[in-house]
């Protein structure tokens, strides 16, 4: 018979914050890395020198912190759905013993 501490986090548990944190992270350098390269192409290419990259760099930083924040309320939504079925399913048990 296997113990298992309920402290530690099972495999599910810190895959799904592995994910969240590489989703992030996607959002994070994603846009920059974009705007940093098409800025510096555009502002060569129309001898803007800053012009396009710190527009850019701006619409990168709006996006990035739009994606996260919808990245982490979708998170957070699905754990709360887990916690209310995670509760409804300790209830049953203590409801059925109630009845009898």
Not at 38 to 44: I, T
Not at 62 to 77: D, H
Request: aromatic share 8%; hydrophobic share 40%.
């Amino acid at each position: 018979m296997v113990l298992t501490d309920p402290k530690k986090p099972n495999s599910s548990e810190w895959q799904k914050g592995l994910g969240l944190a590489m989703q992030l992270s996607g959002w994070l350098i994603g846009p920059l890395l974009l705007a940093l390269f098409l800025g510096q192409y555009l502002d060569e290419k129309y001898q803007t020198a800053p012009l396009f990259f710190l527009i850019l760099t701006g619409l990168a930083f709006l996006a990035t912190a739009g994606g996260m924040t919808l990245e982490t309320i979708k998170y957070m939504k699905g754990l709360e759905k887990e916690l209310k079925k995670s509760k409804s399913q300790e209830k049953m048990p203590t409801q059925d013993q109630n009845a009898k």
